[in-house]
Structures are given as C-alpha cells and as structure tokens.
C-alpha cells in the first residue's frame, strides 16, 4: 500500500485526484499507475484500469488471477466491473468512498473469488483527498 500511496502523491502533485494503485504478482510490483484523467483526457483514465491495463500486459494475459490490487481509495463502479472481469485475486484498498464507491451500488460485483481487505493506510490516504479538494477549491 505505500507504494500506491507514493503514486497518490504523484497525482496529488500533477493536479490529479490523488489515487494511486498498484499490482503485486508472486510478491514483485508489476504494475503502478495513478489517475489521469485530466492529462489524458480521459474518464476512464483511473489508477486501477491503467494498473489493470498494465500488469495484463505486462503478464501477456487477460486475468490477473494471480495478482493482489492495493489502491489508495475503495473502487468506483467502472473501476470494479474491470476488476472482476480480470478476476483479480486480491483487491486491498485504503479509504472508503462514500460517494461512488462500488459498495454502495452493489457490493457484490467483484469477482466471487476475489477477496476485498480495507483499511491499510486509510486515513492518510483520506487526508490526502480532503487537502486536495481543498486545495481545488481554493
């Protein structure tokens, strides 16, 4: 989880919302990603597609069945279809999203062998995206 925090920062430092992920496979980061939306112009450019998008490629394979997701804040909706049809084992996040995380639309819609475990790193994760919108607002 620190190191998708790390990404968070580099987000947070490039006018993005601070979100950053990373795929760990057989103990070895293959993939780190960050959102983008605003430097690509792109909704759909969130930390976990990019990391998804990367560590498929990385692998040269469509699932990631081997593979554990840590990402500074819970998945929206889009975030967690992609992760289910990747059939990612694990997927670890820090901060809740109240808001538009997937659990509350429908918290069932990871993958039924993938494993959900929040917590690490929550609250500097959560302060992170509180400093950023105020900073945005500012």
């Known amino acids: 989880m620190n190191e998708a925090f790390k990404q968070a920062k580099i987000a947070y430092e490039e006018g993005e919302i601070p979100v950053g992920a990373v795929i760990v ?21 969130h930390a976990e597609i990019l990391a998804i998008t990367s560590a498929e490629n990385y692998l040269g394979a469509k699932y990631l069945t081997d593979c554990k997701l840590y990402v500074t804040l819970e998945p929206c909706v889009m975030c967690a279809g992609a992760l289910f049809w990747s059939q990612i084992t694990e997927v670890h996040y820090a901060a809740p ?9 429908n918290p069932s819609i990871l993958h039924p062998k993938t494993k959900l475990i929040q917590g690490s790193l929550a609250s500097e994760s959560e302060q992170l995206l509180l400093d950023f919108f105020k900073k945005l607002r500012n």
Do not use: H, S, W
């Open 25 to 45: 496979c057989k103990n070895k980061i293959i993939a780190k990603a960050y959102n983008q939306t605003e430097m690509l112009n792109d909704v759909t450019a």
């Open 97 to 105: 999203d109240p808001k538009r995380g997937f659990r509350q639309c």
